[in-house]
């Protein structure tokens, strides 16, 4: 009854940018938190930045002054702006939003996108 899609995702050179997307679509009365997490090869997934419905954000110290998140809750959208990217953010990206559902008793769950790949690699 939602769905979560990332976009964007991609190979870039070391210094490069990129732009996820996750579009959240379905039976949505509204969003609460927008999320970006990722998970490399062997690591537990880690939270890389959040947005909340009022607009706060907050970022992982590892990418703090080089990625931005942003959300247009006209399209149910959050995007992630990742510059001066750097080989340790290799990683799938997923997006979480936190969903208040138009099913009665409409209820708040996290749902989850299927992650998108980034490889910063020369």
């Known amino acids: 009854q939602v769905q979560v899609v990332e976009s964007g995702g991609g190979l870039v050179q070391p210094g490069g940018s990129l732009r996820l997307s996750c579009a959240a679509s379905g039976r949505i009365f509204g969003i609460r938190q927008m999320d970006w997490y990722r998970q490399a090869p062997g690591n537990q997934r880690e939270l890389v930045a959040l947005?909340?419905?009022?607009?706060?954000?907050n970022y992982a110290d590892s990418v703090r002054g080089r990625f931005t998140i942003s959300r247009d809750n006209t399209k149910n959208t959050v995007y992630l702006q990742m510059n001066s990217l750097k080989p340790e953010d290799t990683a799938v990206y997923y997006c979480k939003a936190t969903i208040q559902t138009k099913v009665i008793p409409r209820t708040v769950s996290d749902f989850w996108g299927q992650g998108t790949q980034v490889t910063v690699s020369s």
């Open positions: 947005v909340t419905e009022g607009g706060s954000t």
